[in-house]
């Protein structure tokens, strides 16, 4: 794991004499899109005041000047107006389309602005996790077996052993997911299926249930540089919904979720898993990876989150974190830090006389991960 003595502590602004770098902000806020008439869970993946105010403040205090975009729409406006930001600091998640993480990163590629986390590829790619699960299967990387529904006749080609899990192909926040995921017939799984295709509007992801324990590992860094943090394990109160990470369950965490780091052998096996996958998959900065067990103590990887919620206290990232002795300000700088080293590989200069960033270098190829 990460030793939090190895994390930067200040930025790299160079003489006293330059001006602030500036970081722009861009989200998505909550609020907005309820007064626009949307309901809580369609909302749910959508950022609080209390976040932009913290990633706000943490930015200043660390010596940038900063403007808050918002979202995509905004930063439209913005660009067409001829402004232009030093870095972007992205946390927006988009509202429409399974491409909708990916706007804002495809935007600022456009007009040679860099930002914070992963480019459009990786966030068209992971948000659906049928295609994120091909990816790393085929690399080697343990995760349960699967099939993707995109049409009811679809639920007849599949013959997998029960107990399965059925959840959305492309929602996050537990959304889609409840104590009825876990199906243990092939009638339920028909009424699943149809269920979650017609309220999401979109695939549903149907696996072979992981009965073990439950990790998210939390990750900082890019490539080579990448290093886990900490394995945070799961618990759920008597009072949670059963059995499941739940939408429920993550929108009432303070009072239903028990969290708490792991250091056994297993616990030390996802952290291994979790940070072949982050690498594979070309993740950028910080976020996190989500693993379940097997019968056997062998944990799988379910999902990524290379834009992880960054409420200080509320989402799973800055809590395991805190629990690892790495602060929220240290753990904003580490990944300006890393955006920041990323951004400094220049090749000439973009609109208005800003810099450029460099495509990145070729990837070097994954190690394979022993599914023993």
Known sequence: MLN???????????????????????????????????????????????????IDQTLRSLGFRTDRIGHVRNLVRRLARGER???????????????????????LDAYGIPYTFSDALVLALTLHKGLTKHVLRDLGIPTADFVVVSDASDVEKIHLPFPLFVKP???????????????????????????????????????TFLPGREFTVGIIGTGEDARAVAVLEIGLRAEAERGVYSYLNKEHCESL???????????????????????????????????RSDGKGRPNFIEVNPLAGLHPTHSDLPILCNLAGVSYRRLILSIMDSALKRASRVTGRGPAGKKTTCPSPRRKPPRMISRS
């Open 4 to 54: 939090p003595k190895s994390l930067p502590r200040r930025t790299d602004r160079g003489s006293r004499n330059r001006d602030p770098i500036t970081v722009g902000i861009t989200y998505d806020l909550r609020e907005d899109y309820l007064k626009e008439g949307y309901t809580e869970e369609e909302t749910a993946e959508f950022d609080q005041p209390s976040t932009i105010d913290a």
């Open 85 to 107: 930001w030093d870095i972007v600091f992205n946390i927006a998640e988009g509202l429409c389309g399974l491409g909708r993480e990916a706007q804002i990163p495809a935007l």
């Open 257 to 291: 979720v028990d969290y708490f780091l792991a250091h056994d052998d297993e616990a030390a096996r996802a952290g291994e898993v979790a940070l072949a996958a982050w690498r594979a998959l070309g993740c950028r900065d910080a976020g996190r990876v989500d693993l």
């Open 169 to 207: 192909v492309a929602e996050g926040t537990g959304k889609g997911i409840t104590a009825a995921s876990r199906v243990r017939s092939r009638r339920e799984l028909h009424l699943r299926c149809r269920e979650l295709m017609k309220r999401y509007n979109q695939p549903v992801l149907v696996e």
